[in-house]
């Protein structure tokens, strides 16, 4: 079992910066990958980025460019540096940690951080 707390989140006028960050309970090295999703009110969830065991990184287009996700080993941590913030990034953002066992892989999330941004 993984346990995750997200702490970060908050209210941002449009062009401004947070960062999120995502405890975990367990070594990053034992998580096969990790990454942030995000949902709006009457809109589906989707991956904002992702960052797998090697360091591999993928992010949603829409956030190419503004948004980093980083992983500090010794900390159990990983961040979600948010920069250049529009309207449209206003989501529940939750933090996942996948982990695989042989053929089995379970889910984690975190319980999730408001961000808002403001125009």
């Known amino acids: 079992q993984v346990q995750l707390v997200e702490s970060g989140g908050g209210l941002v006028q449009a062009g401004g910066s947070l960062r999120l960050s995502c405890a975990a309970s367990?070594?990053?090295?034992?998580?096969?990958?990790m990454g942030w999703y995000r949902q709006a009110p009457g809109k589906a969830r989707e991956l904002v980025a992702l960052i797998a065991s090697g360091g591999i990184t993928n992010y949603a287009s829409s956030v190419k460019g503004r948004f980093t996700i980083s992983r500090d080993n010794a900390k159990n941590t990983v961040y979600l540096q948010m920069n250049s913030l529009k309207p449209e990034d206003t989501a529940v953002y939750r933090c996942?940690?996948?982990?695989?066992?042989?053929?089995?892989?379970?889910?984690?999330w975190g319980q999730g951080t408001q961000v808002t941004v403001s125009s």
């Open positions: 996942n940690a996948r982990v695989v066992n042989g053929p089995s892989e379970s889910d984690f």
């Open positions: 367990r070594s990053l090295f034992s998580i096969n990958a």
